[in-house]
Each structure stands twice: as C-alpha cells, then as structure tokens.
C-alpha cells in the first residue's frame, strides 16, 4: 500500500490503509547547517571506492577506544606525491597502508579522522559500484566524501597525529614466513585456554620462532595450558616473544593473503607484519611482558 505523508501546521500526517499518525514538527531553524562540499579545490583527491574500503578495513581496527586519547580514536589520512595513506594507531598496535590516488601535483594534506566517522564513511563505501570513485576533499571546514549518489562531511579532529614512521623497527634480525590461517587459528586456540577471554588485556600468546619452526603456546593460572608448533621459514636465529592475542588476531582476519611475513627485532621491540599481496601494508604489536 502506499504511504501518505503530508505536511500540517505543527505536525506530519502520515497515513498508509488503516494507519494514520501524526508526529510533531521541530524547529527548522534549531537544524544544524549542513556544510556545503567546496565546487573546486586544491586539496582534492580522487580514489577507487573498493579500494579506500579495502584500506580501512586492514586499518582501522587499530584505532583506540579510550576517549581520554582523542587523537588516536581516528584514522590518520596522509595525501602527498600521488599517495593516499591511511594510519591507525592505539599506542599499542598500528596498522598502515597507501595507494596511488589522483591528485594535484604539489598537493599536501593531511586530516585526522573520526573513527566514528570512519565506520559511517564503510557503509556509504559498500554501497558503491565496483569501479565507482570517491572524491575527497579537505578544507578548514573539514573532509567531505563525494560518490555518485552521496556527499559525506564530517569534521576533523584537532590535534596532532603521532610520527607513526619512527615506530616502524627498522633493524630487523629474524623473518618467519608462514601460512596466514595456520597462525591465525593456532593463537586463537591458544588463547581459547584463558577463561577471561580473548580480549582480556591480560591475555598473552608466546611466540618462539626458530630453525623453522614458530611454537605458540599459552598458560592460564589455576585453568590449564596450550601448546602448538607450526612450519614456517624462518631466517637470523630464535626468538621468545608474547603478544595480545586479540591484536594478532585482528591483523591476520582483515588480510586476505595465503602467506605473511612476521619480523622481529627482539623480544623488548614490535614485531612487524607484512602483507604478500599488498606490499604497502605494515602493521605492528607492542609485545606483552611475560
């Protein structure tokens, strides 16, 4: 049946077969003013929808929930030199990404995005065409987020963005390549053994990479414990280090690769995952002490 919806003098009648309401009227005026997306701008880039989906989705999932760190509960947007970049970061974790992305040739910009933002901007992006493309532009007013049927805008956080390029080690001492699902389900079995569950902040995984071998083993006082040896191809000498499952975890489930390469430079520093197929990809953990 069809929906009838007329304006009165203080209210809206809706009406549809036997139904009829009427629902009071606010004050147009006391409307927040919906900015207006600038005509033209030099601070416009333009990228494939699926692709800045796929981007957030390997990133975004390191932001942080604690509120009193408000500069971390974004996503970091770097545009420069024909690369679009996109950072996440809880000061434990950090996960990044670029593309190759039109844009002006001296273009420079940087925005630090809500996350909220963020998982509203996802279901605009899953609702695209495969090759449709977003035009984003940054101005004093804030991003706008421009696609064939929708214009998004949303303001910015103000603050400053940690140099997430100084926290990458750089010296690395040992590589473990391995199957991506074998260490996936491995740490969530290991982590099955605390009771507190996987999330628990007090939950820690141990790796121990060597000749080959990455054993992953965990132990719950008073519960019980785990153990698993797994076949990778491992490269500069052993290592004992812990983790937070959970933020293992998170990396490998948002990555579609076969295969990834852990680097560690010892048990004190992050270790660092790398993507096979996305090159561009770096994400890291802050060990646990054990």
């Not at 003013?33 to 601070?43: G, L, T, V």
């Not at 975004?60 to 760190?69: G, K, L, N, P, Q």
């Amino acid at each position: 049946k069809d929906i009838i919806i007329e304006e009165g003098k203080d209210s809206i009648n809706i009406k549809c077969g036997n139904f009829k309401a009427d629902v009071a009227k606010g004050n147009l005026q006391d409307y927040p003013q919906i900015p207006e997306a600038p005509a033209s701008s030099e601070k416009a880039v333009t990228i494939s929808a699926f692709h800045l989906s796929e981007m957030l989705a390997k990133t975004m999932f390191s932001a942080s929930r604690d509120e009193v760190r408000y500069v971390l509960c974004s996503v970091y947007f770097e545009i420069a030199k024909g690369a679009f970049t996109v950072v996440a970061t809880d000061g434990k974790r950090l996960a990044t990404t670029w593309k190759k992305a039109e844009m002006s040739k001296d273009m420079k910009v940087s925005a630090i995005v809500p996350v909220k933002t963020v998982n509203i901007l996802q279901k605009v992006l899953s609702n695209c065409s495969e090759k449709e493309e977003v035009k984003i532009i940054v101005d004093d007013s804030g991003i706008f987020f421009i696609t064939e049927n929708i214009t998004m805008s949303s303001r910015l956080i103000d603050g400053t963005y940690p140099d997430y390029k100084n926290v990458i080690p750089k010296n690395v001492k040992i590589k473990a390549e391995a199957d991506k699902e074998e260490i996936l389900n491995a740490t969530v079995r290991a982590a099955s053994i605390y009771h507190s569950g996987i999330s628990s902040q007090n939950s820690s995984v141990k790796y121990q990479v060597s000749k080959n071998k990455l054993n992953i083993s965990a132990a719950s006082q008073g519960f019980g414990e785990s153990e698993e040896d797994i076949d990778v191809d491992s490269t500069g000498g052993s290592i004992n280090i812990a983790f937070n499952p959970g933020f293992i975890i998170d990396i490998f489930k948002h990555l579609s690769d076969k295969k990834v390469v852990m680097e560690f430079s010892d048990s004190l520093n992050a270790v660092v995952v790398k993507s096979k197929e996305d090159p561009n990809y770096v994400a890291l953990v802050m060990p646990m002490r054990s």
